[in-house]
C-alpha cells in the first residue's frame, strides 16, 4: 500500500493549485483521508481531513480559502486551494487510515511530500 501526491508547485500570491493524492496497492476500505504541511522550522501541522462519508474538518488558517473532496472509487484525495499566500508555502503531506486486504487491519499511511511555493 503506498500513497502518491501530486499536484504541487510554484504559484503567485493569489493563485490556485489544486492536490491529488492517490492510495493504491491492496486496498478493501479508506476511512479517514487528510492533508498536512510542514514549513521550514516548523512542526507539521493540519490543513483538512475528511471522512470516508464527506464530513470535513480543516485547520483554522486555510478556512474559506481551501477545499478537500474525495472520490472514494478512485481512493483519491483532493485539495483545491485558492487565494493562496506567501505563508502557505510548505511542504503538502496527504494521510490516509487505509484498511488493508489479506490482514483486514488499519494502518496509517504517509504519502512521500509536494511542496507547493507561493511568490511573486
Known amino acids: 500500500v503506498q500513497l502518491q501526491a501530486s499536484g504541487g508547485g510554484l504559484v503567485q500570491p493569489g493563485g490556485s493549485l489544486r492536490l491529488s493524492c492517490a492510495a493504491s496497492?491492496?486496498?478493501?476500505?479508506?476511512?479517514?483521508m487528510g492533508w498536512y504541511r510542514q514549513a521550514p522550522g516548523e512542526q507539521r501541522e493540519l490543513v483538512a481531513t475528511?471522512?470516508?462519508?464527506?464530513?470535513?474538518n480543516y485547520g483554522d488558517s486555510v478556512k474559506g480559502r481551501f477545499t478537500i473532496s474525495r472520490d472514494n472509487a478512485k481512493n483519491t484525495v483532493y485539495l483545491q486551494m485558492n487565494s493562496l499566500k506567501p505563508e502557505d508555502t510548505a511542504v503538502y503531506y496527504c494521510n490516509a487510515d487505509i484498511g488493508r486486504l489479506y490482514t483486514y487491519d488499519y494502518m496509517n499511511y504517509w504519502g512521500p511530500g509536494t511542496q507547493v511555493t507561493v511568490s511573486s
Open positions: 496497492g491492496s486496498i478493501f476500505n479508506i476511512n479517514d
Open positions: 475528511i471522512t470516508n462519508r464527506g464530513s470535513t
